[in-house]
Each structure stands twice: as C-alpha cells, then as structure tokens.
C-alpha cells in the first residue's frame, strides 16, 4: 500500500521520507491556519488532542501556548458584552483555533449560529478541520457553504459553464427544482435524490467534518445536490464557514440568514472576519461597478429581437433611449477628458439631467423609465434561457446597472467618466461601504482578526464600527533573534527620484542580483507592480545566477506550477507583486522561504478615487488622517503580509530587506533597521548558525 502526497497528490511508498515527484517532505508536515494559493493542497497533521477539557476554555482542544489563553478570555469578555472584538497576532498565536474556541464558549451560552468568514474557500478547509479536533471534546457542528457554481453538479457539463453568471444559475436551478416539484420533464435529478439521502449526508458532515470539496464529493456520489444538502443541514449547524461575499452581498445576506432560519434576526449570529485586512477592500469592490460603451451596444443591438419596438416612457422607445444614453457618455467624455487625461469625476447627476431634458422627465418619470427598461430585460432573459442561452439579457444588465448609477448621488461614492482603447465608459466607486457598515453594527458583536491591522482604530473608522469596540494587540510567540528586517537609507522607487536620478534603477537592479545570490536560499522577490517587475526582469534574467521563476498577470495555473516547483527545490528566486496570491496567505515552512526582498513602498498609486477618499477621512478625522488612512497604513500592512511570509514555525530563520529609505516611517511597526550593506548583512545573517 502507498499514500498521497498531500502537495502534488503523486502516490508515494510508506517507507519514503520524500515525495519523489514534489520533494515534500511526509514526515514534517506543518500545521497552518493560513491560506494556500487556490489550487493547491495544505501540509498539515492533525495535532495532538488532549483527553480532557481545558479549565477556562471549554472548546479548547489543545493545551494553551503563548498567549492563547489571554485571548480566549478577551474574546468571550468582549462578546459577552456586545462589543466587536479587534485584534491583530502574529504568526503562531493559532488564530483559528482560538477564535473558534472563544466564539463556541459565548455561542453556547447565547444561542448564536457563527458565521466564519474567510476570503477563500481553501481558509475556510481549516476552520472544518480545526473543528473536527474540538468535536473530540465536545459536541459541535460546522458545515463548509461555497457559491452554486462550485457546487452544482447538474449543469458542470454544460459549455461555458464557468462563465454562466450566478443569478442565471439560480434561475436556472430554480426552474430544475420547480419541473422536479410538479413532475414535469427537465427536472434535477440530484435534487431529487437529497431528502432520501440526506441522513447520510448529515451523518458524514456531523462525524467527519469536511471541507467543502470533500463534502461535495460525497454528495455527487450519493448522486444527491450538494447545494441543497447545504442548504437543508445549515439550520442545525453551530458554525458556518464562508467566503466574504455571503455578507458583502446584501441579496446572499437576506438568503443565508432565511436558510440559516434567522431570517430578519442579525443579532443571532456572531460573525467572525478572518484576514480582516482585506475586508474593507472586499467590500469597497462588491458595491462598486462599470457601464461601458460595450454594455449599452450589446443592449441596443438586443432590441432588434422585439417585433415591435417597446416603449419606456410615452412615446419614448427602448432602442431610442439607449442610443441616447450611449451619445451621453460619449459627450460627457469629450468636454471632460482633456488632452492626456484617462479619467475625470462627473459632479453631480449629469448623466440623468441630460436624459431628463431630453425628454420631460421628472425624477420619478427617468426612475420608471428605468423600472420598464429591466422588466423588458427579464422577459427576455426568460426568453433566452428557455432557447437553452444561459446568460442574462443585455437589456436586463443594462437596466440594472442604470438603476445602480441613478442611485450613488451620494458621499459614498465618486463617479467619474473614463476612457481607454475600448472606448469610454461610467464609473461609480464606493469609497464608504455602509452597507456592511450597517449590517455588522446591528449584531451584538463581531470578531475580526488579523496578522496586519494595526492601527486598529484606523480599521474599525474605516469599515464603520460603532465606538463599543475592543482592540487587542498580541505577539507572534516565535523567538525574536530568528528574524531580521533591514532598509536601505540610500535608496527608493519613488517616482519623482526615479526621474530625477536615472541611475538609481541601475542601482536597485544591481542591489536585487547582489541580494539574489548573496545567500544560497529560496527567495522572494515582491515588487510594487507587475510594470515595476517586467521594466527590470532583462537585467535580473542576467545576472541572477539561481533559478527563476515569474509571477504572471490573469495566469493562475502557470503561477501554481511556478510556485509547487519552486517550493519543492531549495535554489530558486521567486520574482512576484505586493499584495497579489503570493504576497499574503501562503506557507512556506522551514527552509521552502528564508528570504525576502522588497522593491520599494507599495503605497496605492495616485488616482481619483485615492483623492477622494484622502479628503473624505480629512475631513472625518482631521487634516493628515487621509494620507495615512488610504496610503500609509494599506502600505505598512502589505510589507508586513509580505515579511510575514518568512516565519511560519518556530524554527523557521528569515530575513527580508526594504529597498526603500521611505521605510524609515515604519521602522518601528515592521521593527527594521538601516542598513547601507544589505547583501554583506545577509551573508553574515544565513551564515550565523544557519541550518
């Protein structure tokens, strides 16, 4: 008999220490409450479990380290009196596992379904096995929820089924569902299947706790919806883990909380954020969207499928409006967009003022003009799926997306006209998510948590906590000498120098190969973007004397292989961008990464948006706390992400170096110092004691 490499999942013997495909080593496999990069398998053990409770901390599985046991008691003190609970610690401290036993002991008290959630589904693989581990001394259940398209197994086979989108598969499963319910022809046959099979299923989910492939897989098997299972079993689950979007999305809220069967009731759950850093950009983003010239083009050449043109207003026809609202974007970008200018904010209600004038609306007329525009969409899109086209309509999205922009008038957004080879196009930005804002306010507490969020003040502010908050800052347990930082004063990529100075990208270029082959180990290289990295990789192609291996924009399946081989060998640099998969949420253990470098600041680039909010939170919080809310924090966080890469054991040695003299304002929160001799202090680093 042999087993899986639980890396590359290549069959190996029992008696070898190796995998012979990867190099992973079998018999040192590192528990971690990390994320991987999507598409990968985590090394983990499952730890030892104690035969007996811990005394103060009933869900706990494990003997307390470090400060697990202070954080426990923090925790419940905190949601035992309604207050959100923000904390930030360091690697090691277990955050998993801590925040789970914490939130099962007030959970159990108080009734509360927990909500987990994480930014991908493989994090959330960790929260089901660290429960598995609780249920050995106590009785708990916990279900993994992922989107349809991850779990719908009737319509996988269909073209393009990636590329449906998720509103149509729902309908789509709905109609299934329906023609199943009234025994008609086309109905789903494994929706069929779940109410026979489902104590199977809630025995496999109560007794194995899987993740959510392995629960999928099981379910397919069983011949029985996945989805639907979820759905059925989520009601007697004390902890449900999810990605992000089944709270940013207000429709997918209002779902979960009816399945949940806490419809209307947010104070009966207990939402729980892990990597919370990127909550606030998450939900930036799930408000914020495009109509492009493209939308309104396929809209309009969408009404050539009416036999006769329908109206949206008197004697207003459908076609007609939309090519009038393509001629607005188009003059609004040209009195707007001035020679070398991409992009420009639009003051005001202009596109609708133009529509209104056209044609004698009110207020209320343009906003049922609106309504018509996406009830003639959903006829359509009816239409197109009952013709077997499973997209949604042209008109519908258009219609939508109208309603959206006639509705961010307000402080929460910035709306701009902006233009580039495609043609021009609409842009509204949340810059305040209230939404989420609102919604995690109206709970009696909330957890979020964090390797990176100080300052925490400026996170809570910022994601629109109430003021009944606790924030707790706790230290990585790993020993203190087993890591070193270090910038270099002489140099930066700030813009501005670098213009001034054309030596100095000669200089950061010989530097980057200097530190490359300085020490004989894995090594990261990030860069401030993908711009940065490629204007560089000809000289570092040349004198980098180790393997090399590139992140590449939009190719997720070379950066996975890219990654598996360099992890597997010793002797390779791994040239990357600040804040993409590898900056943050992968494990390297051991000696898979001792060093890295990092190319400058990553403050945000200069936009419109960035402006507006700076001025926003200026205007809040006063005068500087704009620049340091939007720029200076997002770039402290993303470097710490980064150096946080190194040290994921106790054992582990690393060194990371700053090749930016603008890191001196963060000398104390990144704990660096200067160095005028990186490559000769990473000699001397690797070479005291180094294994």
Request: net charge positive; aromatic share 6%.
């Given at each position: 008999m042999g087993m899986f490499c639980p890396r590359c999942r290549s069959l190996v013997a029992p008696s070898d220490p190796r995998c012979g495909s990867c190099g992973a080593s079998l018999d040192k496999l590192v528990e971690s409450n990390q994320s991987v990069l999507d598409g990968?398998?985590?090394?983990?053990?499952?730890?030892?479990?104690?035969?007996?409770?811990?005394?103060?901390?009933?869900?706990?599985?494990?003997?307390?380290?470090?400060?697990?046991?202070?954080?426990?008691?923090?925790?419940?003190?905190?949601?035992?009196?309604?207050?959100?609970?923000?904390?930030?610690?360091?690697?090691?401290?277990?955050?998993?596992?801590?925040?789970?036993?914490?939130?099962?002991?007030?959970?159990?008290?108080?009734?509360?379904?927990?909500?987990?959630?994480?930014?991908?589904?493989?994090?959330?693989?960790?929260?089901?096995?660290?429960?598995?581990?609780?249920?050995?001394?106590?009785?708990?259940?916990?279900?993994?929820?992922?989107?349809?398209?991850?779990?719908?197994?009737?319509?996988?086979?269909?073209?393009?089924?990636?590329?449906?989108?998720?509103?149509?598969?729902?309908?789509?499963?709905?109609?299934?569902?329906?023609?199943?319910?009234?025994?008609?022809?086309?109905?789903?046959r494994y929706y069929d299947r779940v109410q026979g099979v489902l104590p199977q299923i809630q025995s496999f989910v109560q007794t194995q706790f899987p993740t959510a492939d392995e629960l999928d897989s099981f379910c397919v098997k069983l011949q029985a919806c996945p989805y639907e299972a979820k759905k059925a079993l989520m009601k007697e689950a004390k902890v449900v883990t999810a990605p992000y979007v089944h709270i940013l999305d207000p429709d997918i809220r209002e779902s979960l909380m009816t399945n949940l069967d806490r419809p209307g009731d947010p104070e009966s759950l207990l939402i729980v954020v892990d990597e919370a850093h990127n909550l606030v950009d998450a939900a930036r983003t799930s408000e914020s969207f495009t109509i492009d010239r493209a939308m309104v083009d396929s809209a309009i050449d969408e009404c050539s499928t009416f036999r006769q043109q329908p109206e949206v207003w008197d004697g207003v026809g459908l076609k007609e409006f939309l090519s009038f609202l393509k001629s607005c974007i188009r003059a609004v970008a040209i009195e707007k967009l001035t020679m070398g200018t991409t992009s420009a904010v639009i003051d005001g209600p202009v596109i609708e003022d133009r529509i209104r004038a056209k044609y004698s609306l009110s207020t209320e007329s343009l906003d049922s003009a609106v309504e018509r525009i996406i009830d003639l969409g959903d006829s359509r899109t009816e239409a197109l799926m009952e013709a077997g086209e499973n997209r949604v309509s042209d008109i519908q999205q258009i219609g939508v997306l109208l309603k959206n922009w006639c509705g961010t008038s307000g402080e929460r957004y910035v709306r701009t006209i902006n233009g580039d080879r495609d043609g021009e196009f609409l842009r509204a930005s949340?810059?305040?998510?209230?939404?989420?804002?609102?919604?995690?306010?109206?709970?009696?507490?909330?957890?979020?948590?964090?390797?990176?969020?100080?300052?925490?003040?400026?996170?809570?502010?910022?994601?629109?906590?109430?003021?009944?908050?606790?924030?707790?800052?706790?230290?990585?347990?790993?020993?203190?000498?087993?890591?070193?930082?270090?910038?270099?004063?002489?140099?930066?990529?700030?813009?501005?120098?670098?213009?001034?100075?054309?030596?100095?990208?000669?200089?950061?270029?010989?530097?980057?190969?200097?530190?490359?082959n300085s020490v004989d180990k894995n090594t990261l290289v990030f860069f401030t973007s993908y711009a940065s990295m490629n204007s560089m990789r000809g000289y570092l192609e040349e004198h980098v004397r180790k393997r090399l291996y590139w992140e590449e924009s939009r190719n997720a399946k070379g950066n996975a292989a890219s990654l598996n081989t360099f992890r597997s060998r010793r002797d390779g640099v791994l040239f990357c961008v600040m804040g993409g998969k590898f900056a943050e949420g992968i494990d390297f253990p051991g000696d898979e990464l001792c060093f890295a470098v990092i190319v400058g600041v990553p403050y945000p680039p200069p936009s419109i948006e960035q402006n507006a909010m700076t001025a926003m939170f200026d205007a809040r919080y006063g005068q500087g706390k704009g620049w340091t809310y939007c720029s200076a924090v997002p770039a402290q966080r993303k470097m710490k992400q980064a150096i946080g890469r190194l040290i994921r054991t106790e054992t582990d040695r690393g060194m990371a170096v700053i090749l930016d003299g603008r890191a001196s304002r963060f000398e104390k929160d990144l704990d660096a110092k200067p160095c005028d001799d990186p490559a000769g202090e990473a000699a001397r680093f690797f070479g005291r004691g180094f294994p």
């Open positions: 990968l398998e985590p090394r983990r053990r499952e730890p030892d479990v104690p035969v007996h409770e811990v005394e103060g901390a009933p869900f706990m599985p494990y003997t307390p380290r470090g400060c697990q046991m202070d954080i426990i008691q923090d925790m419940v003190t905190a949601l035992d009196s309604g207050r959100h609970f923000v904390m930030e610690s360091g690697t090691g401290t277990g955050k998993t596992i801590i925040s789970l036993a914490a939130c099962l002991d007030h959970a159990s008290r108080t009734g509360k379904t927990i909500v987990y959630l994480t930014r991908t589904n493989s994090q959330g693989d960790q929260v089901m096995r660290e429960l598995r581990s609780i249920s050995k001394i106590k009785p708990v259940t916990g279900i993994p929820l992922t989107g349809r398209s991850k779990s719908c197994p009737l319509y996988r086979g269909v073209k393009d089924f990636d590329s449906i989108p998720s509103n149509i598969l729902s309908m789509m499963c709905d109609d299934a569902r329906r023609k199943s319910n009234t025994g008609k022809a086309g109905g789903c949340c810059i305040d998510p209230a939404e989420i804002s609102r919604f995690l306010n109206s709970t009696k507490g909330t957890v979020h948590m964090s390797g990176t969020l100080h300052p925490m003040d400026q996170y809570a502010r910022v994601i629109g906590l109430s003021s009944s908050c606790t924030f707790r800052r706790y230290p990585s347990p790993f020993p203190p000498e087993n890591r070193l930082v270090v910038y270099t004063p002489g140099l930066t990529t700030r813009w501005q120098d670098l213009k001034d100075n054309p030596g100095m990208k000669d200089r950061l270029e010989r530097t980057i190969a200097d530190l490359c």
